[in-house]
């Protein structure tokens, strides 16, 4: 009796162990910081160095003004155009890895789309100006060619090309881990029955992959939603974007923390919920293909 009491308690203490060195670090690292942000959101223009003021909600009333309005929905706008393009050029990427390059060739491929991320986004973003500046290497080709240059730097189309150009490795990455769990049995039953390829693409490859293009979708949105360096460095004036604007509240010369954290949790409230929806939905659509 005593012996099974200790091992039904040695069985519940063991996952408590197991996890308590992980529960710790979210909670210093996750949790509390998290409230810290939330309590000074409740804070209406709170400055550092001043006395707080009351609780309220005025932080919160502010974000729905017609000018912060236009940098959150720039800053959708951004991530969704950033997405979309990953997604239309890394699916086929992915599918030929997955499905038609040699074995041989296909770590080697892979680790192609991995090299980028060895080096640090900013860097990434500087090389960008090397290329898209009035005297850069895309201008340079232009005119040796015959065609007159054009002026995309610190313009909404060179923060786009460069968060594209940041997040794709990961789209393909997940769509490729995707597309290579996929039974080839399918395609091969759907072309036995008389299905054309697009159909087979459509009808099989497609709902099969679902998983991963909502995954992949789902991390390059979060993650360019939430970028700073690129639309810093690549983007002008007309690109303030949500991080620029919450670096500016704690850092620039506002100064205005209360603000800063109302937006921050805007945002993170923004990401929960498209990961709460993609845990809900994600699987249950590709199930109803």
């Known amino acids: 009796m005593l012996d099974a009491l200790k091992y039904r308690l040695g069985k519940l203490v063991e996952p408590l162990v197991l996890l308590l060195p992980a529960g710790v670090w979210l909670l210093l690292l996750l949790v509390v910081p998290t409230l810290m942000i939330l309590e000074l959101s409740l804070l209406p223009d709170f400055r550092l160095g001043q006395a707080p003021p009351d609780y309220g909600l005025g932080n919160y009333l502010k974000i729905f003004e017609p ?9 959708v706008f951004f991530a969704v155009i950033c997405t979309l393009l990953c997604l239309l050029l890394g699916f086929p990427v992915a599918y030929w890895i997955a499905l038609m390059a040699p074995d041989r060739w296909r770590n080697l491929l892979l680790l192609g789309f ?33 065609l007159p240059p054009i002026e995309i730097l610190n313009t909404q189309v060179s923060v786009v090309l460069g968060l594209a150009y940041n997040f794709l490795p990961y789209m393909v990455l997940i769509l490729y881990a995707s597309l290579e769990k996929l039974d080839r049995r399918l395609l091969e039953a759907a072309a036995d029955l008389g299905a054309p390829p697009p159909q087979v693409f459509m009808k099989v490859t497609v709902p099969q992959s679902l998983p991963g293009i909502a995954a992949g979708s789902l991390l390059v949105f979060i993650t360019s ?40 949790m805007l945002l993170i409230l923004a990401v929960s919920a498209a990961i709460a929806l993609l845990l809900k939905y994600g699987d249950r659509k590709a199930e109803t293909f």
């Open 67 to 75: 000018i912060y309005l236009l940098v959150i929905f720039r800053s």
């Open 225 to 264: 939603l939430g970028d700073f360096v690129v639309p810093e460095l690549l983007g002008g004036a007309s690109s303030m974007t949500m991080a620029r604007l919450i670096y500016n509240q704690f850092l620039g010369a506002s100064r205005n923390w209360g603000f800063g954290s109302g937006l921050s």
């Open 114 to 146: 991995v090299l980028p991320l060895w080096t640090s986004s900013l860097l990434r973003s500087y090389a960008w100006i090397t290329i898209l500046r009035p005297t850069g290497v895309l201008n340079s080709t232009l005119g040796a060619i015959g």
